[in-house]
Structure formats: structure tokens, C-alpha cells
């Protein structure tokens, strides 16, 4: 994979258009993390780039070619999406669910081939599951869970991984695990990376580069400097902060967040009972 | 749910399963208004028997039989990929109103014509795969939400508002009919192996062996639509056209069965619960155990419905359902002892 573009994208449900006049390259090799409130078009993005959702108008172009002009399986031998908590079916050990990761390498019947399960077990070592890999998906912890969808999508063997809020319902070890771990294969197999976050200080501290949509529109990107400031907050989130550099990786962290609007809202809310 | 059992034991447990297929084949054919003994059986089947054995054989029981197994095929391997798609363990052709697409256009059919040639029988299934297909498609297109594709909860509900419909139009034809005509309905509508003969199990062996062949063609596909759409579709899969596709050959099982053995589409749902429950879901092997789970069910509530009270018979549905639902009962209560225990 070379590159990966975003055209003049438009992205719509019925009549209602969630993503506008979009255009974007996302950088090869980088972790790439992409930020916005809640309904701001963050996980249709996703989605489109990701060939679950079609685009209106405009397209996504992977190494010029227009994703929809790839079969599914071409295209999934290339990207891998994780959508957000997703559900095991009843009853699958982790490493039958990781071995799905390899139906787009797979010819006809699906017979597993001595590489597929080569990586399938290189899949469940790289994320720590080896000893738990006969274990059922429905009796994990919500970390392990994840875990378990990471090495599917690795078994997939793609240079791209799409993830959507793969921190959500985590708590703070098992958030700063899983994002560990996909720096770990950002770096040492250099797989790109592009995910969804809430949390703007995770985000800040693992992505190379940053992503703020609002209202389907891209407000700023580059690096956590350059997106991470006092007007993008304000701007995108309606918050006043306060950012400092953390000392260790000099990267923006925000300190202190307040409501904008706040008497604004109060002042609406009073209304409505009034 | 129970922890399925191990895989290597798989292969075994089918086997023994279709020894029990087997088994309940012999004892189908034994059984009945005069009883064949066991050890003539064999002769019989060899083409050692005198014209009266052979008759009552090869006119009235094998065909019996093996519609029965046809039918249970059918319905079960047609529950099991409808509940697969939807991702609605309650999912079947009955309560999705597929049955009852297909059911008003046999029951017209049967109604405007007596007898029936060898021609009308092989075309049976076709027009009752019409009307099943044209109500799947209704069915389809009011359950797909704009920009979302199809969404499972709607083709539920829709489903069964379309199969209330279309009993109401039944009801309201069959108010037309003399007496006869409606004592077919009845039967038809509590599900029963009403008519049997070569002709109709010729007519109906296509369209299940397709229906097998295709659906175990396509068991690694189910396994990975059971993981939501949109990780299917990013592992590679092409959701829409192999939804699309698995709902026509289930719609096409279901309906050609249908014709045959009027509504005994619990089987649809019971035979695929039971074949998950002892092998898990991987389909590659839920499907052939689905398959036979429901050629037993079939077979055996038709040979205790023929025998029970013979010279009359009980129809098969009602006997499944007999069977079937202190089943359901056991789960439900099994399923609130296990979340008891949990919350200790």
C-alpha cells in the first residue's frame, strides 16, 4: 500500500448527510487518530473507508484505485476494520475466532492451510492469547476480548487496521494495553494504523497524527501540536482548556476542561421547564 | 448455553446420529395399521416380497418415509440459515410468514384441482416457491432501512405481521370452500405428511438436495456472518450477495417442503436449537447435524401421529409440537437457573 485518499466525500443516511465535502490523505506507516463529538461523523467515516458504507458522492482511493472496484476479499487482504464492540458468537475458542481473520486468503471450502495456521498462531503470540487461545470468547474479560479482535484483524494479514473505539468499556490499564499493543505493531511490523478515540489525551499520546471532525468536517489535522490547542477545543468541543506539554513524550496533554456555553444551556434548559 | 462438545467427537456423534436416523427408518416401516416384522423387513426391501407386502412398502410406507426425511431436511437446514442471517434465534420460515406465502398458493392450487398430474406435482413446488419468494421479497424490501441494509429485529416483526395477513386470507378463502376442501386446510394448517407418493418425492428430492449442497458450500460464510455484518464484510465477506443468496435457498427449502407437509415449520426452529446445543455453531458441522436432527423429528412424529391411533392419524406437527415444547419449557428454565447462578 502506498497511499490512501479521500476524495470529495459525502456520506449520507437517507436524506440526512453526515459527511461533507471531505478530503484527506491518511499517512502510511503512522498511527493515525481521529477525534470529534459524539454524532460528528467519526464512526461513518470509518465505515466508508472501511467499505461497509457507501459513499454518496466522491470516493476512497487505495493506491488510486477506487475501494469499490476491489472485490470484498481483495480488499480485505489489504484493510482490516474492526467495528465498535463487536459480538463473539456463542461458544468459539479465541483460536477459532482469530483463524476467521484468514477467510480472504482462503480459496472455496476454507481448509486451513499450514500458513493460515502459521499465522493464526503468530496472531495469538503477538497479543499475548497463546495460553489462552482454546479458552471460550463469551467466558473473557473485556480486555481479552479485545485482544482476541486485534489478532483476527492481524490474522488478516493487511498493512491497514481500521478500529473503531477500541478502548470503549475498558478501564485504564486495560485502555493503555490494548493501545500499547497496537503501537507495538505499528513500530516493529509497521502496520498503519487508523482509529477512533474519545479520550483526547490518549490520543494526543498515541498517534502520530490527528484527525478533529466536526459536523462532517474536517476542522484541523497534523500532529498532536498542531491539533491539540486552546481554539480546536474550543472550536470542536465548545470547551475551554488549559494544555500543557507532558514532560515525557512532549506531547499536549489538557489539564483542566470547562463548559463554554454553560449558562447558555442552563439559560435554554430553564426555558423548557419554564 | 452448554459447553458444546469437543470436535473430535463430532464426526462420531454424526455418526451415531444417522444410526438413529437408521434405526427409526426400520421402525418406521415395521410400525402401522399391519405390522411388518423386523426380519422380513429386509427381504421385503431386497424384492423378495409378496404383492401385499410390497404394496403396503413400497406404495404407502417408503414413500411416507422418505418425504418425512426430505421434509425435516428441509425445514431445519431452512431455520438454521434463516436464524443464522437474522441472527435471531427465534428466526423460522413459519414465523417469517415465508410458509404461509408459500402455504396460500398450495392451498389454491390444491382447492381449484382435485387430482393432480405428475406435471402439477413437479410444478407444485415451483409455484409454492413463488409465492414464498414474493413474500420474502415484500418481506425484504420493507424490512431494509435506507443506507443500514437489512435489519434483523424488522424482518422479525414484519414477518410475522405478514404471516397473520396472509392466515387471514387463508381463512377468508377457505370460508368459500365446501367441506372437504376446508377439512384439507385444516390438516394442511396443523402440518402434517398428508400426501405421499413417488410422484411427490420426486418432485421435492431436487430441491432439497440443491438447498444441501449449496448451504455446505457455503458454511464458512454463515460462520462468519454470526459475527455482525460489518465484521463480516471487513474479514472479506460480500455480505449483501451472500444474505441475499442464502435467503433464496432457504426460502426455496422451506416452500418446496411446504408442499408437501402443509406447516410444520416447528421444526425449523426446534432442530436447529437442539443440533446447536450439542455441537456448537460452527456450521460445517451444525449443518449436516441439523439436517438429520430434523429428518428424526420429522420421521418420528409422523410414525407415532400414523400409529398412535391408527387406523387415524394424528398429524405431524401436532406431535412435534407435543414433543417440542416441553423442550422449549426445559430451556427456558435451565436458561434462568444458569443466569441465577451467575448473579451469585
Known amino acids: 500500500m502506498k497511499e490512501f485518499k479521500i476524495k470529495d466525500l459525502e456520506v449520507a443516511y437517507g436524506d440526512q448527510t453526515i459527511i461533507k465535502q471531505l478530503n484527506l490523505e491518511i499517512p502510511i506507516g503512522k498511527i493515525t487518530t481521529i477525534i470529534g463529538p459524539n454524532g460528528c461523523g467519526k464512526s461513518t467515516f470509518l465505515k466508508t473507508i472501511g467499505r461497509i458504507m457507501k459513499a454518496k458522492h466522491g470516493a476512497v482511493y487505495l493506491d488510486a484505485k477506487d475501494i469499490h472496484e476491489l472485490s470484498s476479499k481483495e480488499f480485505a487482504r489489504q484493510l482490516a476494520i474492526l467495528p465498535q464492540s463487536p459480538i463473539a458468537p456463542e461458544g468459539l475458542t479465541a483460536q477459532e475466532l482469530v483463524s476467521y481473520g484468514r477467510y480472504a486468503h482462503q480459496k472455496g471450502f476454507g481448509k486451513e492451510s499450514a500458513k493460515d495456521q502459521e499465522i493464526v498462531k503468530w496472531a495469538l503470540e503477538v497479543t499475548n492469547l497463546s495460553e489462552l487461545s482454546h479458552r471460550s470468547v463469551d467466558n473473557m474479560s473485556g480486555g481479552q476480548r479485545q485482544r482476541v479482535w486485534i489478532a483476527m484483524a492481524l490474522a488478516q494479514e493487511t498493512e491497514m487496521i481500521l478500529l473503531d473505539e477500541p478502548t470503549t468499556y475498558l478501564d485504564v490499564a486495560y485502555q493503555l494495553e490494548v493501545l500499547e499493543l497496537l503501537e507495538d505493531l505499528n513500530r516493529i511490523y509497521g502496520c498503519t494504523i487508523v482509529m477512533v478515540l474519545h479520550d483526547i489525551n490518549l490520543a494526543s499520546r498515541y498517534a502520530d497524527y490527528l484527525i478533529a471532525l466536526k459536523q462532517g468536517k474536517v476542522i484541523v489535522e497534523g500532529t498532536p501540536r498542531e491539533v491539540i490547542t486552546k481554539e480546536m477545543l474550543k472550536e470542536v468541543y465548545q470547551i475551554e482548556s488549559d494544555i500543557v506539554l507532558e514532560e515525557q513524550s512532549k506531547k499536549p496533554i489538557c489539564v483542566s476542561y470547562r463548559l463554554m456555553n454553560k449558562k447558555k444551556l442552563l439559560e435554554k434548559e430553564l426555558k423548557v421547564v419554564g | ?344
Open chain 2, 1 to 344: 448455553m452448554n459447553t458444546p462438545i469437543k470436535k473430535k467427537s463430532h464426526f462420531s456423534l454424526l455418526l451415531l446420529w444417522l444410526f438413529l436416523l437408521i434405526v427409526l427408518f426400520f421402525i418406521s416401516i415395521n410400525a402401522g395399521y399391519t405390522d411388518i416384522p423386523m426380519k422380513d423387513i429386509l427381504r421385503i426391501l431386497g424384492g423378495g416380497g409378496s404383492t401385499n407386502e410390497n404394496l403396503v412398502v413400497f406404495e404407502f410406507r417408503l414413500p411416507r418415509i422418505i418425504i418425512s426425511i426430505l421434509v425435516g431436511i428441509g425445514f431445519s437446514l431452512s431455520g438454521c440459515v434463516l436464524q443464522g442471517i437474522t441472527r435471531n434465534p427465534l428466526a423460522d420460515p413459519g414465523l417469517m410468514g415465508i410458509n404461509a406465502g408459500a402455504g396460500i398458493v398450495v392451498v389454491i392450487f390444491m382447492t381449484l384441482s382435485g387430482t393432480i398430474s405428475l406435471l402439477g406435482v413437479m410444478a407444485l413446488p415451483i409455484f409454492s416457491f413463488l409465492g414464498a419468494l414474493l413474500t420474502s421479497a415484500l418481506l425484504y424490501i420493507i424490512s431494509t432501512k435506507k443506507g443500514y441494509g437489512l435489519a434483523p429485529t424488522r424482518l422479525i416483526l414484519n414477518g410475522v405481521a405478514i404471516q397473520a395477513g396472509i392466515n387471514s386470507m387463508m381463512t377468508i378463502i377457505v370460508l368459500q370452500l365446501d367441506d372437504t376442501q376446508y377439512d384439507f386446510l385444516a390438516i394442511w394448517q396443523a402440518g402434517s405428511i398428508y400426501n405421499s407418493n413417488w410422484k411427490l418425492v420426486l418432485a421435492l428430492f431436487p430441491w432439497i438436495v440443491f438447498g444441501m449442497i449449496y448451504l455446505f458450500f457455503k458454511s464458512r460464510e454463515l460462520d462468519l456472518l454470526m459475527v455482525g455484518d460489518e465484521l463480516a464484510s471487513g474479514l472479506g465477506v460480500a455480505v449483501t450477495k451472500e444474505k441475499k443468496g442464502l435467503l433464496f435457498v432457504a426460502v426455496a427449502l422451506s416452500a418446496a417442503s411446504v408442499t408437501v407437509s402443509g406447516s410444520l415449520h416447528f421444526v425449523g426452529l426446534l432442530g436447529p436449537h437442539l443440533a446447536r446445543r450439542i455441537v456448537g455453531a460452527r456450521h460445517q458441522i451444525l449443518l449436516p447435524f441439523c439436517a438429520i436432527t430434523g429428518a428424526i423429528l420429522v420421521l418420528a412424529a409422523d410414525t407415532i401421529g400414523r400409529t398412535i391411533v391408527a387406523p387415524s392419524v394424528i398429524p405431524a406437527g401436532i406431535i412435534a409440537a407435543i414433543l417440542g415444547a416441553p423442550y422449549f419449557i426445559y430451556l427456558m428454565i435451565g436458561n434462568s437457573r444458569t443466569k441465577k447462578e451467575v448473579r451469585k
